[in-house]
């Protein structure tokens, strides 16, 4: 169905305006982070005189950002490979095995789906100070891996399940064992599946931040999206240096969706059609 | 591939056990460790938590007080607030699922360039809150960009985030403007599923736009809107904390707390973990009635099918 003549382009008129109103707050933000803080007061709206990177280098050096950033990377990093890992691992019995307790099994992983972190921070705050693991890198990632699980196995589970059984009772017949038919036909088989998954899951962990504020309690273990929330206090008289510092945090991610737009929505949209 | 599968039709009961137990153990290695996760860091505490929430804090920490800190929620009026706020994203909600339905439909038209628009409205999604936060914590503030283009229009300055009264508006509205690319998708993703053949026929039929958008559109998609009214709503409740945390801190003067900002304060700040446990308890029960109406609805949408 394609609509013609006058409607069509009547449509456009609004779409067009709520497309400029998504992209200005960033189009302004980086014209900002190109002002010196004279321009910013004198006139909020004006072009940067001349394009300059000094407030995103400044902001770079002299905030810790670089510190912040290699923890996300870290934690960002170890989650999403737990998560794949262990998504697979569990996507793949859910969608190809049958086991006794499969379908209960699974409704588990689905029912924890809708415990949000909210609800378990208070008990989950002193588990993780039970065993040692607050402010560490490693309490963080078992923390993020935990929180998306369900979701990826999930995912992992509706992906595996159009891998058709006959591929996978061949490579059975040709003496593969079950183990090995994960290393051999789900893994590259679900290559897809799995950078659309990690993709999501990257951005989820590298977005967050109540749950790093929780878990990550010192100074030097901040990650990024927490270190850019104590950037307000620190730049609040120099709003073009802050807004360096905002625009620093967030090119990871615009690189991330200009690359890998297709993958990201495919991974939401997967959870959504299903149903 | 066909000739190898008949000889294994053949194999002997004894092979065919062993493999059989094969099969199961691995099974059980690959479940184990997502499963111990899940309940290890999901399941175990939400049941402390519920558990946690019947006892005291400070003095009183560990004993039993039965429902005292429900009371005591009862009666602060900065988890009122919260709970208030609550009723203001319910209200928002219809705005929430509109804009990007209506907006899919147009998409769905194919109007020129709507892949651009597609990827354009669905971009502040993948940013992170705190981001989006400090971007309208510039734009919003005071003597901000926006103050200065209402004074230009001969409109009073106003006070988006010092308000008491419109900060929390504010706060909902950024988060809609962030999140309505994702409901969007999900649309489009429910629009490539719609039988073209009953567009086909309404049109023959001499259906206008409306009436196909309200006739075959918004029946055919009922599973589509009613997941995207529940995520939408469990995202308000639960994706918020970083607009909050970054935009107002909860001010002023709590006038914009949600109940996830309140729980992190009273566990944090306050050092009250048993209330901030009862907090949480509350706000899994909005949770679950949200998802139960969801479980209703497809229980309904599928018997009509």
């Known amino acids: ?275 | 591939m066909t000739a190898q599968v008949v000889p294994a039709a053949r194999r002997t009961t004894a092979t065919r056990r062993w493999h059989v137990s094969e099969h199961k153990v691995a099974a059980l290695v690959l479940v184990t460790p997502a499963l111990l996760i899940i309940v290890g860091l999901r399941i175990v505490p939400l049941i402390l938590g519920a558990q946690y929430s019947l006892t005291g804090d400070g003095e009183r920490n560990g004993m039993f007080v039965g429902l005292a800190n429900y009371r005591t929620l009862a009666e602060d009026p900065v988890f009122r607030t919260a709970v208030k706020n609550v009723g203001l994203l319910f209200l928002a909600l219809p705005v929430a699922v509109a804009v990007p339905g209506i907006l899919a439909t147009f998409l769905f038209l194919k109007v020129p360039g709507h892949r651009f628009y597609r990827s354009v409205y669905f971009f502040p999604v993948v940013l992170s809150p705190v981001i989006i936060g400090a971007i309208f914590n510039i734009l919003l503030s005071f003597d901000g960009p926006l103050n200065q283009l209402l004074g230009k229009a001969g409109v009073a300055p106003v006070d988006w985030l010092g308000n008491s009264n419109i900060a929390i508006f504010s706060v909902i509205g950024v988060h809609i403007w962030a999140t309505f690319g994702m409901a969007l998708v999900i649309f489009m993703a429910g629009f490539s599923t719609l039988d073209q053949s009953l567009l086909d026929a309404a049109r023959c039929d001499g259906a206008t736009l409306p009436q196909t958008v309200w006739h075959v559109v918004v029946p055919e998609l009922s599973r589509t809107i009613q997941f995207v009214f529940v995520t939408t709503m469990i995202g308000m409740l639960t994706g918020m904390f970083g607009l909050v945390y970054v935009m107002t801190a909860g001010g002023p003067g709590g006038a914009t707390y949600l109940p996830e900002f309140y729980i992190w304060v009273t566990q944090g700040q306050m050092n009250s973990p048993a209330l901030a446990s009862a907090a949480s308890m509350v706000l899994f029960v909005v949770m679950l009635l949200v998802g139960l109406a969801q479980i209703r609805l497809i229980k309904r949408a599928t018997k009509e099918v």
Request: glycine share 10%; with cysteine.
């Open chain 1, 1 to 275: 169905m394609r609509e013609r003549g006058i409607g069509r382009w009547v449509v456009a008129v609004p779409m067009c305006l709520l497309a400029l109103a998504t992209i200005y707050p960033m189009v302004f933000t980086l014209n900002v982070a190109m002002k010196s803080r004279r321009e910013y007061v004198l006139d909020r709206f004006s072009l940067a005189d001349h394009l300059t990177a000094a407030n995103i280098a400044d902001a770079w050096t002299s905030s810790g950002l670089g510190r912040y950033t290699f923890n996300s990377i870290v934690v960002t990093g170890g989650a999403v490979a737990l998560l794949l890992l262990l998504g697979s691992m569990a996507g793949y019995a859910f969608s190809q095995l049958t086991f006794r307790g499969r379908k209960w099994l699974f409704l588990v992983c689905l029912g924890a789906l809708m415990i949000p972190f909210q609800v378990i921070m208070v008990p989950f705050f002193r588990v993780l100070g039970q065993i040692h693991l607050l402010d560490t890198h490693v309490g963080l990632i078992l923390a993020y891996t935990g929180q998306f699980l369900p979701f990826t196995i999930f995912l992992m589970t509706s992906f595996y399940s159009r891998i058709p059984g006959e591929i996978v009772e061949a490579a059975r017949v040709d003496g593969s064992t079950t183990l090995g038919v994960y290393r051999r036909i789900m893994l590259p088989l679900g290559r897809p599946a799995l950078l659309s998954v990690g993709i999501l899951n990257a951005l989820f962990c590298w977005n967050d931040v109540l749950i790093s504020l929780l878990v990550m309690q010192s100074e030097q273990h901040r990650t990024l999206m927490v270190g850019v929330t104590a950037l307000r206090g620190q730049y609040s008289d120099n709003i073009p240096l802050f807004a360096g510092g905002v625009l620093v945090a967030a090119l990871p991610v615009i690189a991330i969706y200009l690359f890998f737009q297709r993958q990201i929505t495919d991974g939401v949209t997967a959870g959504s059609t299903k149903g």
